[in-house]
């Protein structure tokens, strides 16, 4: 037996639809009448007990980010260098970009995927590059994710040993410099979060 044809619709009554709504309606009265009041929604919250065992992140404050955002531009403008300056968080997303005049577009792209490395990998882009000069075998990590980039300038932003950011720096003369201007934000980090 066919219940349903795409050939042929089912019709429905205007009186079949009214007896339809009004079993619905005194089914879904009758299931809220017969609910006990301590299940109502106004009594179903978040238990601490049950809080207290999901983890907790530390995150950086944007506060933070543009404070140490701008101590890395200006240690490198104080050295003559026009460089980008990239702070993400600790999944390597976007929180500060600043752009010194003059400097050239690439080094939007080199201080984003040297934050973003900092921060992912957890370690210091240039001491990164040093390791993989050493061990050239290791050299596919460059390949992980395209958004790696390991040249010097990018440093992780560790808290109490947790990474909530990274900051990389790009556009100096060499990746040394990059990363002395990097640093200069971290500090400047540190210092806002304690």
Do not use: W, Y
Not at 81 to 99: A, F, P, T, W, Y
């Amino acid at each position: 037996m066919k219940l349903f044809s795409s050939t042929s619709p089912v019709a429905i009554s205007g009186q079949a639809k009214m007896g339809a709504l009004i079993v619905l309606s005194a089914l879904t009265a009758t299931l809220f009448a017969s609910t006990p009041a301590s299940a109502q929604p106004a009594d179903i919250a978040t238990h601490d007990s049950a809080k207290s065992k999901l983890p907790t992140q530390s995150i950086i404050p944007l506060a933070a980010a543009l404070e140490g955002a701008e101590a890395a531009l200006k240690a490198c403008e104080a050295g003559g260098h026009r460089v980008s300056v990239m702070v993400v968080d600790q999944s390597g997303n976007e929180k500060i970009l600043l752009r010194s005049d003059g400097a050239g577009p690439h080094t939007i792209a080199s201080s984003k995927g040297k934050a973003f490395t900092a921060a992912s990998l957890r370690r210091s882009t240039g001491e990164l590059a040093a390791f993989i000069a050493d061990k050239p075998e290791l050299a596919e990590l460059r390949d992980m994710d395209p958004r790696i980039l390991i040249l010097a300038g990018g440093l992780p932003i560790l808290v109490d040993n947790e990474v909530i950011g990274g900051i990389g720096v790009g556009g100096a003369p060499s990746g040394a410099i990059d990363a002395q201007c990097a640093q200069a934000g971290v500090d400047k980090i540190l210092k806002e979060t304690n």
